[in-house]
């Protein structure tokens, strides 16, 4: 059955390794649902997150293939296991009345969001959360209009002591 | 001079354009500091946001390429306009005892932090914001011992009203 996966992908921080992942990705067919890529608290290590989806044979070839590309410390499957995931938007709306304007931060107060700029009659929003969360938030607020969103690829960590995916454990 | 550039890409949502976006990073040797890729309000378009470094002519010719690529709809460096940037941050400290634990929750809410977890002597912290402002929590908190972080790339969206970057406005 086809899941969405969320595969965490520790590597040297190096040039091109980037293009490497996504370009045996694209080779051989494998989604990209969302990625995100950024440094650690090693500055010579590199975590890639990226949510695809795909049956179990796929998302384990997946990971073999990941494995065999050098510069990759480890990869790990972060669907199955218990962890904390979580995501980032910027949404503007359209709050033309003043009662629009309240409610809306009203909506947003109660999805721990915050607003992060007033201009006119819009509004940009920041909230966090797990992804369906951020999909239930924006359903709520659809109806005043949405201008623009920017999302942040997904993170994650383990929520089991001592089984950090990190360098430090290697 | 070489500066910090956050640019803004919105594109087709299709098969294969983060490998070639990253392949034409890559060949030419322009920098990734941090990336993310994900979807918009509209199924169809994605946006990527790439944080990248170079003096203005190397920045231009980036701009330039990036504009050549079928797919792209948009491209906006946010860098010298007035914008909102957020990136989300995941930390795990180590905090062995009562005391410690209080007082990296403390630090954690002067940040307007969230714990998403506990466990044993470990605590999961999740702080968004500026990425200086990321930083400088970072260096607040690793003399505790930072057990493992996971970073967003950025995202960004434009302060003015009506100036979104967005599709709608194509």
């Given amino acids: 059955m086809e899941k969405q996966h ?12 980037l293009a490497r992942v996504a370009g045996l990705f694209c080779g051989r067919g494998y989604n990209i649902d969302a990625l995100t890529v950024n440094k650690t608290y090693d500055p010579e290590v590199s975590k890639m997150t ?3 989806h795909g049956d179990d044979a ?9 494995n065999k590309l050098i510069d990759v410390i480890k990869v790990t499957d972060l669907s199955g296991s218990d962890f904390v995931e979580r995501e980032l938007a910027l949404i503007k709306v359209t709050g033309t ?3 629009e304007r309240v409610e809306i931060i009203k909506l947003a107060e109660s999805y721990a969001g915050r607003i992060v700029n007033v201009q006119d009659d819009e509004l940009c929003l920041e909230v966090s959360g797990e992804s369906n969360r951020i999909e239930d938030f924006i359903k709520l607020v659809e109806s005043y209009g949405i201008i623009e969103i920017a999302r942040t690829g997904r993170v994650a960590v383990s929520r089991t002591a001592g089984a950090t995916e990190d360098y430090s454990d290697l």
């Fill in 50 to 52: 990226i949510v695809t």
């Fill in 97 to 99: 009345t003043q009662k």
């Fill in 58 to 66: 796929i998302i384990e070839q997946i990971d073999k293939q990941l």
């Fill in 6 to 17: 969320t595969i965490s992908v520790l590597m040297e921080n190096k040039f091109g390794v």
